[in-house]
Each structure stands twice: as structure tokens, then as C-alpha cells.
């Protein structure tokens, strides 16, 4: 059996973390390693426990989880990371997946989804439903401007032509298995097109590849 995904909990609430430890024990392949009760004390912790995901809170009094996700994606080879609100998409989800995070789940979430969410972005996949990726983009689309949408297309103008399909499917929502399901492609291979995506478009995640062919018009 390979190691279990190490897990952080970064959560003001006490009864929170608790909580979330009871869930997550249930599976053999999670084991959390650690805990924080602020964003401040989440890079310390990162290093002390070495996790391959934190579940981190949004709101919390000292520093926001948008601002530790930040601090993490600064660190060399960071954590996954996946917010966890009380709100579906909002603001400050928004600004989390731009900071990188890797997505986004409700607290009211239940045991098998946030393990089914951690078990995914260990995979490479993004923690959005279809449904929550046209809320993402429909809040950025609000904001976009023509010269927003120029760059895109000019950012998108650097990719093979399967590299825009896969691109196009993943502002569609698809998991990993999903497109290569579509495109008659090996998980792998999706694995390494998606890296050379993200490289191409300078973005750190799938989401914000799903955001610029969006925005490039190649999910019209």
C-alpha cells in the first residue's frame, strides 16, 4: 500500500478542525498531520508537517486564507490547496483560485467529497464541479475587458491545436479522466499536455486555464 496523502487543517474554528479529523479518518489513504488555527501559522506549519494538501479556511482573524494560500504558492514545491467556505462563489473564492488554489468546497461538504476532492488534486484535477466552474468564469466574465480578452486569445494563439481542445475542455469542467475519455487520450498524456498549458499561459492551475479560453472565446 503507498504512503497516505498527508493532509493540513487550517481552521480558526477549534470544533472545525475536530470535526474534519473525525471525517477524514475514516479513509486509510488520508491521514492528517497537522493543524492551524490562523493564516499566519500556516507556512510554519507547512514545514514543520510536510502535507501534500491543506484544507484551508477563507475567513479567519488574523490572516485570510486567500493571503496564506499566497505565502504557500511563494514556498518551494507547495501543498495543494483547497478552500473551504460557508458561501458557494463569492469574491474571496474567486481571489483564491487566482492566488492558486486548486479549488473550492463547501464546509457542509460531506466525507466522501472532501476526500474524493483531496484524492483529485493529488490527480491533478481541479475541486470545481462544472456547475461552480460557469459561476468562476461568469465572475470573471463581469469584470473582462476587450483588451483582457485580446490577451487571452493572443495567450491562446501559443497552443497546439490539442492543446486548445484540452484547454476548451477544461473550462467545460471535464476531470482529467473526462478528457481523455473525449479525446481518446491516456491520463498521462492529459497529465502532460495540461502542464505544458499552464507553462505556455503562465497560470498556476487549471482554473485559470479554464478562465483565458473563456476569455479567448473557445468555449463560445
Do not use: C, F
Not at 66 to 71: Q, R, S
Not at 90 to 118: F, H
Not at 201 to 217: D, F
Amino acid at each position: 500500500m503507498s504512503s497516505p496523502i498527508r493532509v493540513l487543517l487550517v481552521d480558526d474554528d477549534p470544533l472545525v478542525r475536530a470535526g474534519l479529523t473525525l471525517l477524514l479518518g475514516s479513509s486509510e489513504d488520508v491521514e492528517v498531520v497537522g493543524e492551524a488555527g490562523d493564516g499566519d501559522a500556516v507556512a510554519e506549519a507547512v514545514r514543520d508537517h510536510g502535507p501534500h494538501v491543506v484544507l484551508m479556511d477563507l475567513r479567519m482573524p488574523r490572516m485570510d486564507g486567500v493571503a496564506a494560500t499566497e505565502a504557500l504558492r511563494r514556498m518551494p514545491a507547495p501543498p495543494h490547496v483547497i478552500v473551504l467556505t460557508t458561501w458557494d462563489v463569492d469574491e474571496a473564492v474567486v481571489r483564491s483560485v487566482q492566488a492558486g488554489a486548486s479549488g473550492y468546497l463547501l464546509k457542509s461538504s460531506s466525507a466522501d467529497e472532501i476526500l474524493g476532492a483531496i484524492r483529485a488534486v493529488m490527480a491533478g484535477d481541479a475541486v470545481l464541479s462544472p456547475r461552480s466552474t460557469r459561476q468562476l468564469l461568469d465572475q470573471w466574465r463581469q469584470r473582462d475587458a476587450g483588451e483582457a480578452r485580446d490577451r487571452a486569445r493572443g495567450a491562446m494563439g501559443t497552443l497546439t491545436g490539442r492543446e486548445r481542445d484540452i484547454a476548451r475542455a477544461v473550462a467545460e469542467g471535464l476531470t482529467n479522466a473526462e478528457i481523455g475519455s473525449r479525446l481518446y487520450l491516456a491520463d498521462a498524456t492529459v497529465k502532460s499536455h495540461l502542464a505544458s498549458i499552464q507553462t505556455k499561459l503562465g497560470v498556476r492551475n487549471r482554473v485559470l486555464v479554464a478562465v483565458l479560453a473563456e476569455r479567448a472565446g473557445l468555449t463560445a
